[in-house]
């Protein structure tokens, strides 16, 4: 017999497109293909509107708007759960007996609800949200935005202790698994993800890619940018969405290099797959990155550093590098090389389908 589970996600995740979205999309589609009936509820905001393959891999889906008035900034509830307090959500959810998988600390106002008390309840944590906020300000340049990730990282801090009410935290990486044992039984479940073909013929070319309008992302490019696309010879690859104009002309001065906006859904694909090399940098270390997940189902070699590798059990089958004269050495090396360093533990890890059967045990 089917089983049934409610999800509550943060947004639409079609298109699937941006790093949480992505693992909500994927992670629906795994259930679906395992039989389960799925009702989500998702809050609608931006230009986010089509719903239409979610409603064949979904049994119901209903739709809320958000919050985005003032009152909900200057609430003591930290604005990314205030602004999805949604009566009719609770009043769904309530009516249903299925359990619920509430997707992040943004849509768990109604986690310790009296009318949710028979409700099993998991939530998937994407990040340790207080420190996640905490690195977008000192990320950030500007001064209103700092001021507004300050105050929401402590606001998230506060309001953090409501995981208690869950009976099981599903973590995005075992990092995040060890922090939320503090509040309840946490299981790690890893990313879901699009399942790329398989290409082993790649291109020649390294592949930097993510979105462009993340300050995290920007700062990487730019220290890239400047420590080490700069000292390599090869046709390097720039993709992604709204690029600011200092990376514009900080690229335009490199004749190497080669910036692509907005790449459609299939032309990233291409991208990803044909990559001869990926290049992966954070100085933010926030979880397993969808980047890095992307990059592991490939036949490209992947050079990256510490804080971008989510657990160091895994070194033996990527390339570390953990400063730029390193980091040019082994993207010099690898554009050198045919043969790529085999991954079968890192691709085991991401298997959709048993990722899905995690979740149904949870629900015996």
């Given amino acids: 017999m089917s089983k049934s589970i409610q999800i509550v996600a943060f947004d639409n995740p079609n ?24 009702d989500l509820h998702l809050f609608n905001y931006g230009n986010r509107e089509n719903i239409d393959p979610l409603t064949k891999i979904c049994e119901s889906v209903f739709q809320y708007d958000r919050n985005m008035g003032i009152g909900a900034l200057f609430s003591s509830t930290p604005f990314i759960v ?21 997707e992040g600390l943004h849509c768990c106002s109604f986690l310790n609800h009296p009318r949710l008390k028979n409700h099993f309840k998991i939530v998937r944590t994407h990040n340790v949200e207080h420190s996640y906020y905490e690195g977008l300000f000192n990320n950030s340049s500007n001064l209103l ?17 409501v995981l208690e009410y869950a009976d099981l935290i599903c973590s995005l990486s075992l990092q995040d698994a060890t922090y939320f044992q503090q509040y309840q039984k946490t299981e790690w479940v890893p990313p879901f993800h699009q399942v790329y073909p398989e290409i082993l013929k790649t291109e020649d070319y390294i592949l930097f890619h993510g979105n462009l309008a993340v300050e995290e992302n920007i700062n990487a490019l730019s220290a890239l940018l400047k420590n080490v696309f700069k000292e390599l010879r090869h046709k390097i690859i720039v993709a992604g969405n709204s690029p600011p104009q200092k990376i514009i002309k ?3 001065a490199n004749k190497a290099i080669t910036l692509i906006t907005n790449p459609s859904e299939e032309e990233m694909t291409d991208l990803i797959c044909n ?10 270390n ?10 592991i189902q490939t036949s490209g070699h992947i050079v990256l550093n510490d804080a971008m590798l989510f657990d160091e059990r895994f070194k033996d089958e990527v390339e570390i590098a953990n400063d730029w004269i390193s980091m040019v050495e082994k993207l010099n ?5 045919e043969t790529v360093k085999p991954r079968p533990k890192l691709k085991a890890l991401f298997d959709n389908k048993k990722n899905a059967e995690k979740i149904l045990s949870f629900l015996n």
């Fill in 82 to 102: 205030k602004s999805r307090e949604n009566n009719d959500l609770l009043n769904t959810l309530s009516k249903n007996p299925a359990p619920i998988l509430f």
């Fill in 275 to 284: 990559a001869k090399c990926h290049i992966l940098y954070t100085n933010q």
């Fill in 250 to 252: 900080a690229i335009g």
């Fill in 15 to 38: 298109p699937p497109d941006y790093g949480g979205v992505i693992d909500v999309y994927y992670k629906i589609e795994a259930l679906h293909a395992l039989g389960v009936k799925i």
């Fill in 286 to 295: 926030t979880g397993v990155k969808l980047k890095l997940v992307h990059a």
């Fill in 145 to 161: 935005k700092k001021l507004y990730y300050r105050t929401e990282a402590k606001k998230l801090k506060v309001f953090e202790p």
């Fill in 333 to 337: 090396q690898c554009m050198a090389e």
